[in-house]
């Protein structure tokens, strides 16, 4: 699978817009401003495909993403409280609409700070994927914010919170070094058969 070879497809601002799954499809999951679009564009070693911005919310609707003829999908961030009553309706929606309809998921990708114990909705959102027994890994994102001994003692504390089945994978990154971007790639692509 060519990551090199990556457009962006559509977005859908709400759950009723989006199309039926016609092929397998990696998402990438986490609260705003986790990381999701700068990972996203890491992987695809492009710079402003998915728009990225240190304001959370950011991401407002789903967004397909072709990558050498495979999907993957950015998913709006949950968690962030300062937007309106019917914006956060309007999300939520989206999102649970997105994860409750007959899909093929190939892959969950759920991301967490690594800086932070994950928060209830983390833990929510990685209970989820395992009452719905849909495959996921985690990824830890912005590593480059501390050395790689406190890293690897997030990424213990992290997996005891979260308390997920021994071969979910749990992969290191940073978007910003490149940091466990390659070992991503390969879940992905063993994911998707490619
Ligand atoms: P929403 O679309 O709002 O849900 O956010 P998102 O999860 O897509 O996050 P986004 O990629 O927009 O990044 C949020 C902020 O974190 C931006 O300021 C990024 O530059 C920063 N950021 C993302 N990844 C990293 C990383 O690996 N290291 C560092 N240091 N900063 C990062
Ligand atoms: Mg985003």
Do not use: C
Not at 40 to 57: D, I
Not at 76 to 94: H, I, M, Q
């Amino acid at each position: 699978m060519n990551f090199h070879n990556a457009s962006f497809k559509a977005a859908y601002g709400t759950s009723a817009q989006l199309p039926a799954s016609t092929q397998p499809e990696v998402s990438f999951a986490g609260r705003s401003n986790v990381g999701k679009s700068s990972l996203l564009n890491k992987l695809m070693y492009r710079k402003g495909l998915a728009k990225v911005s240190s304001t959370p919310g950011k991401t407002a609707t789903v967004n397909f993403y072709d990558v050498d003829g495979q999907a993957l999908v950015d998913l709006p961030g949950y968690g962030y409280a300062k937007v309106s009553k019917s914006e956060l309706g309007r999300w939520s929606d989206l999102i649970e609409g997105y994860f409750n309809q007959d899909r093929q998921f190939a892959l969950v990708v759920s991301l967490i700070d690594i800086r932070h114990e994950p928060s209830a909705l983390d833990r929510h959102m990685v209970q989820f994927l395992q009452d719905a027994e849909l495959p996921f890994a985690i990824a830890l994102t912005k590593a480059d914010k501390m050395s790689k001994q406190q890293a690897m003692k997030q990424l213990s504390m992290i997996r005891k919170a979260l308390n997920t089945p021994k071969e979910v994978p749990y992969v290191v990154t940073s978007a910003e070094k490149g940091t466990g971007i390659e070992e991503l790639r390969r879940l992905i692509a063993d994911a998707l058969g490619a």
